[in-house]
């Protein structure tokens, strides 16, 4: 194996301010309450800023002036002059890059190879491509004249900070709604430097609002009276909640949730290809992934030979300082995260199934948790079941490609699956049985704007991205 000198990204292109205030209404501003509470960086627990915690009252101040800018300006504004802000946001994001790389890796504890590769140029792309909607609203499909809904409230979780954001935002301005944006607890630096970028394009205020907060900050959002629209990711647990919540109000709600997808690798694939993928699908963002290719499903014929060279993949990848460029596998967002991972790892230990690590050294400060496998796994294991969302794999095998569909869809989830082999046929055949939103053929965790992405049964419904995607936010 090479030896690496370290890479590590520089950290000076970003400014971060001791403290922030909530983004209401184009500027910065105190809470009612002073509220705060701080964000770390979870690869060495050094605290990077006190933030602002968003109470009721600045919950309806943030309504009340998305509800001003909506009904004044940017739901009368010809959808031609709205893809000319987005269009500017997109191109503000792409020249900023940099910055935001370093700020999501510092807040997300992700490796800056994914947050300057993946997170920043997606987040870009999503207003690059919703700006081309705004003024063509009307041949979309929904009828002559699509109408906005009105003020969107929209929850976001810590794993893609960024890019989340951009899911939620970019077509609901798009498509005419002003928004009140809540970013995760751990992660709500780049959210808070996208209000900048509003500032920077001369968005009117009050189209776009942010509320740092923790849960309750959410649930004061979801249960306002003026708000019209929830996009809510996160958790099955908590979409459960809000969907009770909004349950006999007028309220639209879209919800992106959990997922345990099966990637099925059959004994015609290429083996090297599916071994990055299995790779990619489950260690990429520490698998702090809605749609992480959680469950491995092997062709017995091949079982051995998957594994073996899996492990031999797996013990190359460089665990460490997430601004180092050569770092393969981040932090682990938070204690409470790693706690979980910890735990349900524990369980696949007393349910009988066999844990392999990767041989690497973890940091003495911050979170982290190596790439691990567990082999053994029967489809009645809790860690063949329930989301660990970390770097954790649980491996089974199958015989028949029927029993590989009834086994991918034993799950309460559905948001996405994998297909490893060499025949186009057998992908067709397969895709056609899988209950899952999204299905990757020789390849996995590949996003594009222009393709919907979203779930089956408890993953969620309604979808994000593409056509598709405005329509959650149009009536
Ligand atoms: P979470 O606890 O559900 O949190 C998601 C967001 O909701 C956070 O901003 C959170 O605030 C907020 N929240 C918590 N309780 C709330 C309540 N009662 N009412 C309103 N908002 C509330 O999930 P997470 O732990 O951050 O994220 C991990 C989960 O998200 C995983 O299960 C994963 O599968 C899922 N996820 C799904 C997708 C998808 O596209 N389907 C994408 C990413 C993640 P706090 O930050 O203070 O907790
Ligand atoms: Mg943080």
Redesign the pocket.
């Known amino acids: 194996m090479f030896e690496y000198a370290p890479a590590p990204e520089s950290r000076s292109v970003v400014d971060i301010a001791s403290s922030y205030g909530l983004f209401i209404n184009g500027g910065f501003v105190d809470s009612a309450d002073g509220r705060t509470f701080k964000t770390i960086s979870p690869a060495s627990e050094e605290v990077l800023a006190e933030v602002t915690e968003a109470g009721p009252a600045d919950v309806d101040a943030a309504v009340t002036a998305a509800r001003r800018a909506y009904d004044s300006v940017w739901s009368t504004m010809p959808g031609r002059e709205r893809a000319k802000y987005l269009y500017r946001i997109a191109r503000i994001l792409a020249e900023r890059a940099r910055e935001f790389a370093v700020l999501e890796t510092l807040d997300n504890g992700k490796p800056i190879r994914e947050s300057r590769d993946v997170d920043i140029p997606l987040a870009s792309a999503w207003f690059f491509y919703y700006a081309g909607w705004a003024d063509k609203l009307s041949y979309a499909g929904f009828g002559a004249y699509p109408q906005p809904l009105g003020v969107a409230g929209q929850?976001?979780?810590?794993?893609?900070p960024l890019m989340?954001l951009s899911w939620k935002i970019a077509p609901a301005l798009a498509a005419g709604n002003t928004v009140v944006l809540?970013?995760?607890?751990?992660?709500p630096l780049t959210a808070l430097l996208f209000a900048s970028v509003c500032q920077q394009a001369d968005l009117p205020p009050g189209v776009v609002n942010i509320l740092t907060?923790?849960?309750?900050?959410?649930?004061s959002?979801?249960a306002h009276p003026d708000v019209d629209k929830i996009a809510?990711?996160?958790?099955?647990?908590?979409?459960k909640?809000?969907a009770r919540?909004v349950a006999g109000t007028p309220k639209r709600v879209t919800l992106?949730?959990?997922?345990k997808a099966a990637n099925v690798v059959f004994d015609d694939a290429p083996i090297d290809q599916a071994v990055e993928g299995i790779v990619n699908g489950i260690f990429f963002n520490q698998g702090?992934?809605?749609?992480a290719g959680s469950r491995l499903l092997v062709q017995e014929s091949v079982y051995a030979e998957v594994l073996d060279r899996l492990k031999r993949r797996m013990a190359t990848l460089r665990l460490g300082d997430p601004l180092d460029k050569n770092t393969d596998v981040g932090a682990i967002n938070s204690r409470e995260?790693l706690t979980r991972i910890r735990e349900l790892s524990e369980v696949g230990d007393a349910e009988g199934a066999q844990r392999w690590s990767a041989p690497c050294e973890l940091p003495e400060h911050g979170f982290w948790f190596p790439p691990t496998i567990f082999t053994g796994v029967t489809q009645a294991h809790r860690i063949a079941r329930e989301?660990i969302?970390g770097p954790v794999l649980s491996i089974l095998t199958f015989r028949t490609p029927a029993e590989a569909v009834e086994k991918a869809n034993n799950t309460p989830y559905g948001?996405s699956a994998g297909v490893w082999t060499e025949k186009g046929s057998r992908i067709l055949w397969l895709a056609d049985r899988l209950r899952a939103g999204v299905v990757w053929a020789n390849t996995f965790n590949r996003f594009d704007p222009t393709s919907p992405?979203?779930?089956y049964k408890e993953?969620?419904h309604g979808r994000?991205g593409g056509r598709h995607g405005l329509a959650a936010y149009l009536r």
């Open positions: 929850i976001i979780p810590w794993n893609f989340m809540k970013p995760a607890e751990t992660t907060g923790a849960g309750a900050t959410g649930q959002l979801v809510f990711t996160g958790s099955t647990e908590v979409g909640a809000i919540a992106e949730l959990g997922g702090h992934v809605c749609c995260q989301e969302f948001l992405f979203g779930g993953s969620g994000e």
